[in-house]
């Protein structure tokens, strides 16, 4: 099982470009969703997709997007950058409500 | 390490010794509990979880308990290895909601 899977690892990008970041989730697992981590600080909810379509969203801004495949798999769009958006972006996946989410590695991304 | 770290509360232990890591949360609604590791450069990875209608449980050297009435969780670790070296977060979620929020995190240091 290769669990929860990210790509790209790094990404370096220049404010005002548009980034996408995918994830594969672990297999069995029909949920994903995404975190943003800014240094320091614990991973903050952005938003989840089931079903492929986004069932709730956190406090993130319209810049923030993203969509769900049939596989299961999410990407997860980033437009007109900021350099407050540096950050490690997580993809989480899981069953049913209360049952343990699975994180991949993470997409380290820098904007310059 | 780069994705985790500046400010936050620190924990130094000897190797052998038993840990115990302390979370405040807030939301009095909220019924399920994950404890997460995250090693640098990595993301959190499962260690525990608990509902709320335990107030302890235990894995293999980990145990956490559940204090729902001070709204504290603590996640206890024992004979402590110099891989138990991280920054462990918990995370809360509430029935029909989706996310999970994250504490601040403890970074954990085992000295040899």
């Known amino acids: 099982d290769a669990g929860v899977t990210q790509s790209p690892t790094h990404l370096i990008k220049t404010r005002g470009q548009q980034v996408t970041l995918r994830c594969s989730p672990k297999?069995?697992?029909?949920?994903v969703s995404w975190y943003q981590q800014a240094l320091g600080q614990g991973p903050q909810f952005i938003f989840q997709?089931?079903?492929?379509?986004?069932?709730q969203r956190g406090n993130f801004p319209d810049r923030f997007s993203g969509h769900q495949f049939p596989n299961y798999s999410s990407e997860l769009n980033v437009n007109a950058l900021l350099l407050g958006d540096s950050a490690l972006y997580l993809c989480?996946?899981?069953?049913?409500?209360?049952?343990?989410?699975?994180f991949g590695q993470g997409t380290r991304l820098t904007v310059v | 390490g780069e994705s985790v770290g500046l400010h936050l509360p620190t924990l130094s232990v000897q190797e052998g010794d038993n840990s115990i890591i302390n979370c405040a949360y807030s939301?009095?609604?909220?019924?399920?509990f994950i404890w997460y590791k995250q090693e640098s450069g990595k993301g959190p990875q499962f260690i525990i979880d608990?509902?709320?209608?335990?107030d302890k449980r235990q894995g293999q050297r980990v145990t956490v308990l559940l204090n729902k009435t001070v709204k504290h969780l603590s996640l206890q670790i024992a004979a402590t290895q110099p891989g138990d070296s991280a920054v462990y977060f918990c995370?809360?979620?509430?029935?029909?909601?989706?996310?999970?929020?994250f504490g601040t995190g403890t970074r954990l240091t085992i000295i040899p």
């Open positions: 989480a996946s899981s069953g049913r409500w209360g049952t343990e989410a699975f």
């Open positions: 297999s069995g697992h029909d949920t």
């Open positions: 997709y089931y079903e492929e379509e986004e069932r």
């Open positions: 939301n009095s609604a909220s019924d399920y």
């Open positions: 608990i509902r709320s209608n335990m």
């Open positions: 995370a809360e979620n509430t029935a029909g909601n989706e996310k999970l929020t």
